[in-house]
Structures are given as structure tokens and as C-alpha cells.
């Protein structure tokens, strides 16, 4: 690469994608106590239909990097136009980011959150090494889906989208 990251970095934000928070139950081992973790993740995208697979791209600087190399599920949140906080709130460092949510559980004590657009419970199917993220293959095992409109990030903002109707 000859060009600086700021420019790569630019380039990629033109790409518009929907935002998303991925949970996981760490279940811990001899040195870390079982944990709720979740982070903002934009690199979420569709794999396959048959089987049902997804995939989004973990930091490997990330701190709940370890609990999703060991967790055996995770699930995948897309954002409703309203959750903008809910997206800061989960890119946020040193802060309790479950902190009064009502959560449900799923699979594995998974913990699933309310009010998003989409959720996809998904059972860690694979994970590959890509540069500085690990890729986590996601076999779709539960989903539940409603109209409601997505958040959307652009060049570094959240958007909404403009709901024409013409076609
Ligand atoms: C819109 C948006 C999209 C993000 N997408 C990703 C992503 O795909 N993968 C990732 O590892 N981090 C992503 N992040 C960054 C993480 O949410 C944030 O760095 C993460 O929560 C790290 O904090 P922690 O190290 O305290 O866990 C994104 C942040 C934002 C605001």
C-alpha cells in the first residue's frame, strides 16, 4: 500500500452499510469470570442462503476480542433508525454497555436485546484470520425480522433512509 490508512480508511466509509451490535456470553475460563459482551459492528453482511450464513469482523485490539474466540454463539442486532445511542453507546470504552437493558436470553445464556430491526442468533460455524480482525463465520440458527427503518452509517455518520416509496 502506497497510500495512507486515512485515505483507505475514506475510501471504504463511501461504502453505505447498516449498523448492527453483536452479543456474546463469554463463558469464561480459569482466569475470567462468564460475561455479557457486545460491541458496534458495521462489517456484518450475508454469506449464504443455503446453508444460512453470515459473517462481521472482529478487532483483534478489541477487548471482548478473547470472549469471541471463545464463545460458541453470537448474535446479531440490526440497528431501527431510533438506536443511534444504543450504536455510541456499544462502541464506547469503559462503561458498562448492558447496564439497565432488558435483556432475553438465548442459546448458550446469549443475550439478545430489544427494540432492533433484525436479530439473528447464529452458532459460531467458523473463524478465519483476516489481517488485524478475526472473520466469524455465523450459521443462522433463529432469526426474527419486522419493516421497521435500519440505521445507516456513511463517511463516518449514521444516515437514515429516505423511505421514497417510488420505485
Ligand atoms: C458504526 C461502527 C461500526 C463498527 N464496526 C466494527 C466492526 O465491524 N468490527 C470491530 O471490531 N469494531 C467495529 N467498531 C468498533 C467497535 O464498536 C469498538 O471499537 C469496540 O466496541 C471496541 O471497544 P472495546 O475495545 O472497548 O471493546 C465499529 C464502531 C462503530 C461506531
Known amino acids: 500500500m502506497t497510500k495512507p490508512h486515512a485515505e483507505l480508511r475514506r475510501a471504504l466509509?463511501?461504502?453505505?452499510?447498516?449498523?448492527?451490535?453483536?452479543?456474546?456470553?463469554?463463558?469464561?475460563?480459569?482466569e475470567h469470570a462468564a460475561a455479557d459482551v457486545g460491541l458496534t459492528v458495521n462489517s456484518f453482511s450475508s454469506v449464504s442462503l443455503e446453508p444460512p450464513l453470515v459473517q462481521w469482523c472482529i478487532a483483534r485490539r478489541a477487548a471482548s476480542f478473547a470472549a469471541f474466540e471463545r464463545a460458541s454463539h453470537y448474535s446479531v442486532h440490526v440497528l431501527a433508525a431510533d438506536q443511534q445511542a444504543l450504536s455510541a453507546r456499544f462502541a464506547s470504552h469503559g462503561i458498562d454497555r448492558f447496564a439497565g437493558l432488558e435483556l432475553e436470553r438465548g442459546p448458550a445464556g446469549l443475550p439478545l436485546l430489544g427494540g432492533c430491526v433484525t436479530r439473528f442468533v447464529c452458532r459460531i460455524e467458523q473463524r478465519y484470520a483476516g489481517?488485524?480482525?478475526?472473520?466469524?463465520?455465523?450459521?443462522?440458527?433463529?432469526?426474527?425480522?419486522?419493516?421497521?427503518?435500519?440505521?445507516v452509517y456513511l463517511r463516518g455518520g449514521y444516515r437514515q433512509v429516505l423511505s421514497s416509496g417510488a420505485g
Open 13 to 30: 466509509g463511501s461504502f453505505a452499510t447498516g449498523v448492527t451490535i453483536v452479543t456474546a456470553r463469554d463463558p469464561g475460563d480459569a
Open 131 to 151: 489481517g488485524d480482525h478475526l472473520i466469524l463465520l455465523g450459521a443462522v440458527e433463529q432469526f426474527e425480522t419486522s419493516d421497521a427503518d435500519p440505521l
